[in-house]
């Protein structure tokens, strides 16, 4: 096990439908990184985020989160509760009736009691600039607002580990940058998948290239102008 | 997520314990169900009038709902008259329309009302997520509550995806004719709309799971028994009791 790590994915085989997504796949999550992951359609970006929540399981292989071997449901438990996943589409993450009850689903599901999960909310509406939405309906939203709630209610968990599905699509520059400084100023190791160099350039210390979900090839962010 | 119109608003039973509401609505659909007599019906209707008074909502809305309700009544109240045996009242060549046909009828028609009427009043007006933990809150086993709240939760994704669907082909200029090119594509169109909801579905739970959901909904907004709601609850158990009885007695 290599030290400091958070997530350790060693000789991962996942296949899907009969076509092969990994081939031993070795990565490392360390402690306090801030990985970004590009790569083409297909390659099993977001596959490798769900093997690591444990909503798809590998044919093969170890998934060491937070020092322990994962294999059933239940050691996932365990492995949710820390890690915030931000789903690409909002839509298949926000279900409450408004704002306020979807960022306190989380820390409510968690054990928390009513003042404290009024207090997540607060500075969580705060800390994503929701706060005239508190009391929006869900589907009254914008792309772009729908997107920063889903993140204020993964958020509001007080994860130690952050995993981004496409955190910049829908989102217009301003939330972007937005976002930027937000996750800027966290202190959380994460790992997010985007299409957006220049996004994961100014939100990573390294991005890793994942292609045929073969291996994986980190690039530091200097030298990603080559990659173009 | 899903629009619930009648959860907007502020009225007596918007603020009325959800679990209150519940019980309520169960107890007087059992009896307007159980009894036919008019007496009984007559003061059903009188309940049903005191929630409308009770509550503010929308009435285009609610007339909207009611008709969608009485399209499905409307064929069974203009059925029973002439399957129902019976003293004969009217005569069409071979089709007879009976009086007891007319009132069974006539009595389904109003007894689907009234239920229905009272649900929208008083379920309506708690957001599906408040029903949910309200039932957890009266013991309800948990399954049931997740089967009924996920039932909601999907159908809702079934109709939005069907409009994503239908704009897309509405965007590609397709017209509905009466050929096999439409029957096939709409045949295509809703063999896609299953497998879509279907995955949306496995997202949304997978979602769910991640946000550490255990089969159990949390409230955010916690409802307490209060006096009015007490007030409420056992003014509503003594004009049930009067309808009971008299049910019984007539």
Redesign the interface.
Known sequence: MVEDSVIELIEIDYSYQSAKIFDKLNFTLKKGDKVGLMGPNGAGKSTML?LI?G?IKPDSGRLIVFGSERCREEDFLEV??Q?G?V?Q?P???????TV??DI???P???GAS?EE??AV?LTNLQLFGLMELRDR???RLSGGEKRLAALA??MA?SPCVLLLDEPTAALDQFNTKKLIRILNDIDLTCLIVSHDKDFLQSTCNCIYWLEHGLSVIWYKPSLMNSLA | ????PF??GESFLHNTDPRVKIIVALVFAIIVAMSGEPIVLGLAGLFVLLCFMLVKVDTTILVKRLLIVNLFIAFLSATLPFTTPGQTVVTFSVFNITKEGLELGATIFLKSNLVVMTSLFLLSTS???TLAHALHHLHVPGRLVQLLFFTF?YLHVIY?EYIKLTEAMKLRCFKAQTNWYTYRTLACMMGNLILKSYD?AE??Y?????????G?F?????FRLTRTDKVFGVFCSVFFLAMAALSFLW
Not at chain 1, 91 to 97: E, K, R, T, V
Not at chain 2, 218 to 222: E, G, I, K, V
């Open positions: 769900r929540m909503l949710r509760k890690t996943f789903f589409d839509d298949d993450q926000l279900f409450c009736s306020a009850e306190a689903f989380g409510l599901n968690l009513q999960a009024e909310v309906a869900i589907y209610g993964v968990m | 997520m899903f629009h619930e959860t907007e957001s599906i997520f939760r939005l949306r997202r949304i997978q979602a769910m799971l991640c946000r550490g959901f255990y159990v949390p409230t955010f907004y916690h």
